[in-house]
């Protein structure tokens, strides 16, 4: 049966959140929007989190009651809580943890059917595990600062603004709550989880990995083109299917003309449909000459300019082979048509905070989230009835062993996705022992062949699975895609709006062979609605929700001249496109999520209809924080134009060599701080930075004073120093995070995995993404495309004559 008006799949769960950070308050948040009750324990005062835009929209259907949990009345009184409770979730670093008394097997005893979930910043162990878990340290330390160095003219790294690790951490955070809790309904037990920044953000690169492991064993195996050359100038021809531009009044676009087809309707949109014939531009996009690329960039610059917004507007509405994307920021995100269309953009009358303008639910069941829009709680708004009904702490006995097994085992999974948002999806939970069977079409997908070299651009996302290809369009396709639904428990597709009914394989179809089946639409826009029917692309969803804009604001500061506008262009494509941090890989996560949410929901009785979440609605989830709207709202830091941070407290600085990110946000940190520097300076007698009020009113001068104390020493010499103070402080890796991770021994140990598959043979993988204190996990390899067609074909029913009829006939391969 579906659920209920007024209930969620998680309705009757509830998950004490311990968190004071956005990793926590996310994963908490969509615990609440799927109906769990969701207990915020805060400290007197408050959560630190409440100083946050976010908070009205992060906190929004939970509850709040004040414990202070650092004296022993407040530690017997959330022993009691967490007596009956089902989730448990904290954000604190492993020594705080076991200070607290909050360890995973601490808990287990004090509940043995509770799922208690840590994150960190680095993980529980490992050579980074003690360093301080900040966005920033975790993003500078791993090298994607490094990885987005072309979003900044100059040389170095450059500050990464959206929050892609948090978001990371939190949605993996999900996963493992969910697979755990997956694992009690048939067990009994809860265990714990461990979830952090690292391997959060690790999962979010769409191919990378692969392209650095082909450079490290074949060096000379191919040449990589970079986008521009070393002046700046256009180099890579899909650079212009993703032209960024701004029209004549200023505004930017983002174009996604990516296939043959929609390159040429751009050009004859721009009214340079001869081109195409002109012997000059041979091969066009493919150009033999630097100065043919760059003119043919500077003519499609140009002709952007010669249109306001509004007359793109109307070439968007009337010629649908040619769309492009506005570059927002902030909550004008929720303007977008799509949100509108699907109510994705929410109001609510706060009583604390007035009018909150704020994204939807991230997941849709028939076209509406599964429950109202609900207001933050006021500080302890909820304490006296929550204390009314505590629980007296037993110190229950454990419950008998349970042998360790995988979570998911036994879940099968058809997966339709093309490219990688939806399909990565899938791809993660066969780490938790889901069996994922990839429909693909007769030539394998597209994502195999974004690299030169065979495979490496799909390896990642055929990790663990089985591939079946076979051609849709065909009777007996269409039949062999159909049992497979009736066997599975979930059916992924992440076709555009309406293909997947035109298919033969939408949700009436399947849930009529399959009643059980547990369907999931991952689209790149929506089902329906103005933008159902478009292609989506990191790029342009990067632009349309404000990630581009969150990490390059300032790339739009001034396009007056030819080469402002190509500096903008070179900006927003490091923003946008860099495969190690991109639209894709958060959308993936989200993906995971939902699926993971729905086999839960089945487990409880509580099957629902079709399940929606999309790489559009997910952008305005990782940018909670700048989205959220009511009068009076905290400023979001912005980062300055030349990449370098937030404020003199949390930015990079280059050293004698190289760069050190500084992260001493916090009042408590200025102590620490002052006294590790005071061979250098006298910052605690400056009366400028006296106060927290005074460092941000002086802060330029606080960022002058500390760059020139960080220039004389090197880099690793400040980062040991200033930890050993208790100050947050790293070197900048100046390396890719997949090639650090995969060279340095003691870092593929704690955070990569063996695997073997036909193309790769054994290699190093980026490890599962989250860890269970009793259930296992795997490493799995890639596979070829329709490598598992026969098996699984004889699996079904199939026997060798037909089945080499069909291939005969092509209808699989």
């Known amino acids: 049966m579906d659920t209920q008006d007024g209930e969620g799949p998680l309705t009757g769960l509830r998950v004490v959140d311990l968190s004071t950070t956005a990793p926590g308050g996310q994963a908490t948040q969509f615990l609440a929007d799927a109906g769990a009750d969701v207990v915020l324990v805060e400290p007197p005062g408050g959560s630190p989190m409440r100083a946050s835009a976010?908070?009205?929209?992060?906190?929004?259907?939970?509850?709040?009651?004040?414990?202070?949990?650092?004296?022993?009345?407040?530690?017997?009184?959330?022993?009691?809580?967490?007596?009956?409770?089902?989730?448990?979730?904290?954000?604190?670093?492993?020594?705080?943890?076991?200070r607290r008394v909050l360890t995973g097997d601490r808990l287990a005893a004090?509940?043995?059917?509770?799922?208690?979930?840590?994150?960190?910043?680095?993980?529980?162990?490992?050579?980074?595990?003690?360093?301080?878990?900040?966005?920033?340290?975790?993003?500078?330390?791993?090298?994607?600062?490094?990885?987005?160095?072309?979003?900044?003219?100059?040389?170095?790294?450059?500050?990464?603004?959206?929050?892609?690790?948090?978001?990371?951490a939190a949605q993996t955070a999900v996963h493992g709550i969910l697979a755990a809790l997956l694992d009690r309904e048939s067990t009994g037990r809860g265990q714990h989880v461990e979830a952090d920044l690292v391997r959060g953000v690790s999962m979010i690169d769409a191919w990378n990995w692969f392209g650095e492991l082909v450079g490290i064993r074949w060096p000379d195996a191919y040449r990589t083109v970079a986008p521009y050359t070393e002046d700046g100038e256009l180099l890579s021809q899909m650079s212009y299917s993703l032209l960024a531009a701004p029209t004549k009044d200023g505004r930017f676009l983002q174009f996604a003309q990516t296939g043959p087809r929609l390159f040429v309707a751009m050009l004859e949109e721009f009214g340079l449909g001869s081109l195409l014939t002109d012997p000059k531009w041979k091969g066009i996009p493919k150009l033999e000459s630097q100065a043919l690329r760059t003119e043919?960039?500077?003519?499609?610059?140009?002709?952007?300019?010669?249109?306001?917004?509004?007359?793109?507007?109307?070439?968007?509405e009337t010629n649908p082979n040619v769309s492009a994307e506005l570059f927002r920021r902030g909550p004008e995100a929720l303007d977008h048509p799509q949100l509108q269309w699907e109510g994705r953009d929410v109001v609510i009358d706060d009583p604390e905070y007035g009018r909150v303008r704020r994204p939807g639910a991230l997941v849709h069941v028939g076209g509406r989230p599964f429950l109202p829009p609900r207001p933050a709680p006021r500080l302890d708004e909820?304490?006296?009835?929550?204390?009314?009904?505590?629980?007296?702490?037993?110190?229950?006995?454990?419950?008998?062993?349970?042998?360790?097994?995988?979570?998911?085992?036994?879940?099968?999974?058809?997966?339709?996705?093309?490219?990688?948002?939806?399909?990565?999806?899938?791809?993660?939970?066969?780490?938790?022992?889901?069996?994922?069977i990839k429909v693909e079409a007769l030539s394998g997908d597209t994502v195999r062949n974004v690299l030169p070299f065979p495979e490496s651009g799909g390896a990642r996302v055929m990790q663990g699975k089985e591939s079946i290809a076979v051609d849709l369009h065909t009777d007996e396709g269409l039949r062999i895609v159909h049992e497979l639904a009736r066997r599975a428990d979930v059916v992924l597709q992440s076709f555009r709006a309406g293909a997947a009914e035109r298919a033969g394989i939408g949700y009436d179809a399947l849930r009529a062979i399959n009643p059980d089946l547990i369907y999931v639409n991952a689209p790149g826009y929506g089902v329906g609605g103005p933008y159902g029917h478009r292609p989506a692309y990191a790029p342009s969803i990067s632009a349309a929700v404000g990630l581009a804009l969150t990490d390059a604001p300032g790339a739009t500061r001034s396009?007056?001249?030819?080469?402002?506008?190509?500096?903008?262009?070179?900006?927003?494509?490091?923003?946008?496109?860099?495969?190690?941090?991109?639209?894709?890989?958060?959308?993936?996560?989200?993906?995971?999520?939902?699926?993971?949410?729905?086999?839960?929901?089945r487990q409880r009785s509580r099957l629902t209809g079709a399940l929606t979440v999309t790489m559009l609605a997910t952008g305005t989830h990782v940018l909670l924080?700048?989205?959220?709207?009511?009068?009076?709202?905290?400023?979001?830091?912005?980062?300055?134009d030349d990449c370098i941070g937030w404020n003199a407290l949390y930015r990079m600085y280059r050293a004698a060599d190289g760069w050190v990110c500084l992260a001493a946000p916090a009042a408590k940190d200025w102590a620490p701080l002052t006294r590790a520097l005071a061979d250098e300076i006298g910052l605690a007698d400056d009366p400028?930075?006296?106060?927290?009020?005074?460092?941000?009113?002086?802060?330029?001068?606080?960022?002058?004073?500390?760059?020139?104390?960080?220039?004389?020493?090197?880099?690793?010499?400040w980062e040991q120093r200033l930890l050993n103070a208790g100050v947050g402080c790293v070197q900048v890796t100046e390396a890719m995070p997949e090639n650090q991770i995969q060279t340095k021994p003691e870092l593929a140990a704690e955070y990569a995995g063996t695997a073997t598959?036909?193309?790769?043979?054994?290699?190093?993988?980026?490890?599962?993404?989250?860890?269970?204190?009793?259930?296992?996990t795997q490493t799995k390899g890639g596979c070829l495309a329709g490598e598992h067609t026969d098996a699984i074909l004889k699996e079904i029913g199939y026997d060798t004559e037909v089945i080499t009829d069909l291939r005969g006939r092509q209808i699989i391969a």
């Open 625 to 640: 924080d700048r989205l959220v709207d009511f009068p009076g709202r905290p400023q979001t830091p912005e980062v300055d």
């Open 54 to 98: 976010a908070w009205p929209a992060m906190s929004g259907g939970k509850r709040s009651i004040v414990i202070d949990i650092r004296d022993d009345d407040g530690r017997a009184e959330l022993d009691r809580l967490l007596a009956g409770a089902d989730v448990c979730v904290t954000t604190m670093r492993p020594a705080t943890l076991a």
């Open 688 to 717: 400028r930075f006296a106060t927290p009020a005074d460092r941000t009113t002086h802060d330029r001068e606080l960022g002058e004073v500390l760059a020139q104390v960080f220039a004389h020493s090197p880099a690793a010499e």
């Open 382 to 436: 909820h304490g006296a009835e929550i204390r009314a009904g505590l629980a007296e702490a037993t110190g229950a006995s454990v419950a008998a062993d349970v042998p360790p097994s995988l979570p998911l085992a036994g879940v099968t999974i058809v997966d339709f996705g093309v490219m990688f948002a939806s399909p990565f999806g899938s791809t993660q939970l066969t780490d938790l022992g889901a069996r994922v």
């Open 110 to 168: 004090l509940n043995p059917r509770l799922v208690s979930c840590a994150i960190t910043g680095f993980g529980m162990s490992g050579p980074w595990a003690d360093l301080p878990g900040y966005e920033a340290l975790v993003m500078a330390k791993l090298g994607m600062f490094h990885a987005k160095a072309n979003m900044v003219e100059r040389p170095g790294p450059a500050f990464v603004s959206v929050p892609n690790a948090s978001w990371g």
């Open 296 to 316: 043919l960039w500077e003519i499609m610059l140009e002709k952007v300019g010669e249109r306001t917004l509004a007359e793109w507007q109307r070439v968007f």
């Open 757 to 776: 598959s036909t193309m790769f043979e054994e290699h190093l993988r980026f490890g599962p993404s989250v860890k269970f204190s009793r259930s296992t």
């Open 559 to 601: 396009v007056h001249t030819l080469e402002e506008k190509k500096s903008a262009m070179r900006q927003f494509n490091s923003a946008t496109a860099v495969p190690s941090l991109q639209a894709d890989g958060l959308a993936a996560l989200s993906v995971a999520s939902t699926i993971l949410l729905g086999l839960l929901a």
